[in-house]
């Protein structure tokens, strides 16, 4: 059984950082694509960032690109979301998701989620 | 603002047929497959269908999906009240604008 546990929410003051990790069971992690997607307290869900089964290859949403990286350590089975500069619009549930395939066709094929991790922007 | 819509909100009776419109353009669903992700209050998101019109394994045959150039669409038949979820259309979308995927949600209502 998959199992995606996101960890290292809380609360961080405008202009901060935090790191979100996320570590992985149950499937060969370094064969698969990873993403981050976030929801904002009664909003829709918002992709930012995924990363290829290597890790080398990066996509970031506008709304985070130079402030966010992605990276992973396969041999720990673990994701991470860097984030800096935070501000208050980046306070949101953060899912980890694990992408399907290995192609570009799949890269908004998500198919299985952690239960996220809250992060709170706020002074 | 998405460059998926969808509209707002649904609604349907027990029983009943309802479909979810996701219109897009050439950068997404015209050149990339479509899924649909279904999230109950509370809860994580869940895939409901993935290229076009597939269902991963456990997912009722309730719920179906199409495509048309660049608008798709989710039916889901024989409403019941579990069915009352947020639904998400999503596409990679890789325009000059930067990527994006998803649609903005739309919540049905089973009245």
């Known amino acids: 059984e998959v199992q995606l546990l996101e960890s290292g929410g809380g609360l961080v003051q405008p202009g901060g950082s935090l790191r979100l990790s996320c570590a992985a069971s149950g499937f060969i992690f370094r064969k698969y694509a990873m993403s981050w997607v976030r929801q904002a307290p009664g909003r829709g869900l918002e992709w930012v960032s995924t990363i290829g089964d290597s890790g080398g290859t990066t996509y970031f949403a506008d709304s985070v690109k130079g402030r966010f990286s992605i990276s992973r350590d396969n041999s720990k089975n673990t994701l991470y979301l860097q984030m800096d500069s935070l501000r208050a619009d980046d306070t949101a549930i953060y899912y980890c998701?694990?992408?399907?395939?290995?192609?570009?066709?799949?890269?908004?094929?998500?198919?299985?989620w952690g239960q996220g991790a809250l992060v709170t922007v706020s002074s | 603002q998405s460059v998926l819509i969808q509209p707002p909100s649904a609604s349907g009776t027990p029983g009943q047929r309802v479909t979810i419109s996701c219109s897009g353009s050439?950068?997404?669903?015209?050149?990339?497959?479509v899924n649909w992700y279904q999230q109950l209050p509370g809860t994580a998101p869940k895939l409901l269908i993935y290229?076009?019109?597939q269902r991963p394994s456990g997912v009722p045959d309730r719920f179906s999906g199409s495509k048309s150039g660049t608008s798709a669409s989710l039916a889901i038949s024989g409403l019941q009240s579990e069915d009352e979820a947020d639904y998400y259309c999503?596409?990679?979308?890789?325009?000059?604008?930067?990527?994006?995927?998803f649609g903005g949600g739309t919540k049905l209502t089973v009245l």
């Open positions: 050439s950068s997404n669903i015209g050149s990339y497959p």
């Open positions: 998701a694990k992408i399907w395939g290995v192609t570009k066709q799949w890269l908004a094929t998500f198919d299985d």
């Open positions: 290229t076009d019109n």
């Open positions: 999503a596409v990679w979308d890789d325009s000059l604008s930067g990527p994006k995927v």
